[in-house]
Each structure stands twice: as C-alpha cells, then as structure tokens.
C-alpha cells in the first residue's frame, strides 16, 4: 500500500513521513516514474521534511530542486534532510521566480488543496514560459476514501478522467496518465475502508516495500499499466 505514517490519531501533520522513511523501494520507484521528465530547474510543491526532494536532487539533469512547504512544522526536518537546498516557506504564490521554471513536481499534495482546479492553473503559469511539465502524484478512487482520508485532510480521491479535465482546463496538455499500485487499492480499501483502521503499523509498510511492492511496480512498468491503483501519476506540459 502507499507509504503512510505510523499515527492513530492520522493528523495531516504526521501523513506519511516516518512510513515513507522506511518506504525507500517506494521512493525510488516514483522518482524513477519522473525522471525522464524532470530537468533543469525544478519546483517541488508540498515537499514536507524533504524525503522525495533528495530523491529528485539526485536525478541526472537536474540542475537545480527548489522547495515550497507552507507548514512550518516541516521546515527543521525539511533543512535536516537536504542541507544547502533552497526551501520557501510558504505556498506557490509567494515564489519569487514566477517564470524560468523547466519542471515541477508534487507528490501526494493536490488532494488537499480544495481548489485544486485554480492550484493548477498557477502550476501552469510558472511552467508555460518554458513549456514545462508538472510531474503530478495524487490518491486515486473515489470508492476506497475512508475515514483516515478525511482525517489527513484530504478533499478527494482522483479519477483518471476527473483529473484529466482539470489538467486540460488547467491549459496543459496531457501526456501521461495511469494508475499505480494496484494491490495498494485492495490494502486501502480493506484496511481503512471496510476495517475503517485509523492508523498504520510501520512493520506491514516496511514489509510491503521490501516484499511485495518491488515485483508489482515491476509488472506495471513491464507488462501492463493496470485500470485502477490506489494512486494517479500524471505528467503534463505546460
């Protein structure tokens, strides 16, 4: 299943982090999905304590990982993380650079944006004088939102249709668009939809990653791009 935190009380604050620490088949996994993609200079959004963005530092042909986190509770962890990058603390509007920007890529952070439809409009704005893309990552499935959804914060689970209008309206042209991580669809909606469980257990997320995910990613780049997973990747241009 995707790399959640260990908490049972699931505030926002707390998702993901200290799982996806241990998730680390499941970090390479979504930085390689983006690589190809990712050049020059990039904008992550929502970069929490900086897991993922060490991951897209270390991309061949990335110049340059610039981070937006508006949370000042991830900022301590954020500089820990990833001495020397450059963090601005705060949302997309207080960017300074509002053109230049070769990419931009954001991992599990459009769900809780209520307004996603406007988020990606300015995304586009940043990226349009370059022709950029947005790398994009967010929970798929309307019919698996549970109870734990609603305590991180999240407004919705995506379809691949849904999310590919607002792409559009948005002014991108979509380029690619699947699901990921099929088994990590039937996980969520056992454990968090029918059991209703409001927290995860750190030793069935380290198992998952080490034991089960690594051959299921592989079939999906392999062999088939499944109909449905417990998450959307998206990469648009600008």
Same mark, same amino acid.
């Given at each position: 299943?995707? &790399?959640?935190?260990?908490?049972?009380? *699931?505030?926002? @604050? $707390?998702?993901?982090?200290?799982?996806?620490? #241990? !998730?680390?088949?499941?970090?390479?996994?979504?930085?390689?999905?983006?690589?190809?993609?990712?050049?020059?200079?990039?904008?992550?959004?929502?970069?929490?304590?900086?897991?993922?963005?060490?991951?897209?530092?270390?991309?061949?042909?990335?110049?340059?990982?610039?981070?937006?986190?508006?949370?000042?509770?991830?900022?301590?962890?954020?500089?820990?993380?990833? &001495?020397?990058?450059?963090?601005?603390k *705060?949302?997309? @509007? $207080?960017?300074?650079?509002?053109?230049?920007? #070769? !990419?931009l890529?954001?991992?599990?952070?459009?769900?809780?944006?209520?307004?996603?439809?406007a988020?990606?409009?300015?995304?586009?704005?940043?990226?349009?004088?370059?022709?950029?893309?947005?790398?994009?990552?967010?929970?798929?499935?309307?019919?698996?939102?549970?109870?734990?959804?609603?305590?991180?914060?999240?407004f919705?689970?995506y379809?691949?249709?849904?999310?590919?209008?607002?792409?559009?309206?948005?002014g991108?042209?979509?380029?690619r668009?699947?699901?990921?991580?099929?088994?990590?669809?039937?996980?969520?909606w056992?454990?968090?939809?029918?059991?209703q469980?409001?927290?995860?257990?750190?030793?069935?997320?380290?198992?998952?990653?080490?034991?089960?995910?690594?051959?299921?990613?592989?079939?999906?780049?392999?062999?088939?791009?499944?109909?449905?997973?417990?998450s959307?990747?998206a990469?648009?241009r600008?």
């Amino acid at each position: 299943m995707q &790399p959640p935190e260990v908490n049972a009380a *699931g505030t926002t @604050a $707390d998702f993901e982090f200290a799982a996806l620490n #241990e !998730a680390k088949n499941y970090r390479a996994a979504l930085a390689r999905e983006f690589a190809p993609f990712l050049r020059g200079q990039v904008l992550e959004i929502g970069a929490g304590v900086g897991q993922m963005t060490r991951e897209f530092r270390a991309i061949p042909g990335v110049g340059e990982v610039v981070a937006v986190e508006p949370d000042p509770r991830f900022h301590a962890g954020f500089a820990a993380n990833n &001495p020397g990058t450059r963090l601005v603390k *705060g949302i997309v @509007a $207080d960017v300074p650079e509002r053109t230049g920007w #070769e !990419a931009l890529v954001s991992v599990n952070v459009l769900e809780h944006i209520e307004a996603d439809a406007a988020e990606l409009k300015a995304w586009h704005g940043l990226l349009r004088e370059r022709h950029g893309r947005a790398c994009i990552f967010v929970p798929a499935r309307p019919e698996i939102y549970a109870p734990i959804d609603a305590d991180f914060g999240h407004f919705r689970r995506y379809t691949k249709p849904g999310l590919n209008r607002i792409l559009v309206e948005a002014g991108f042209t979509v380029e690619r668009l699947c699901y990921f991580n099929w088994v990590g669809y039937f996980a969520w909606w056992l454990n968090f939809r029918v059991r209703q469980q409001r927290g995860f257990d750190i030793g069935a997320v380290r198992f998952f990653d080490r034991v089960v995910f690594p051959p299921v990613h592989w079939s999906e780049r392999t062999l088939f791009r499944p109909p449905f997973g417990q998450s959307l990747l998206a990469v648009a241009r600008a």
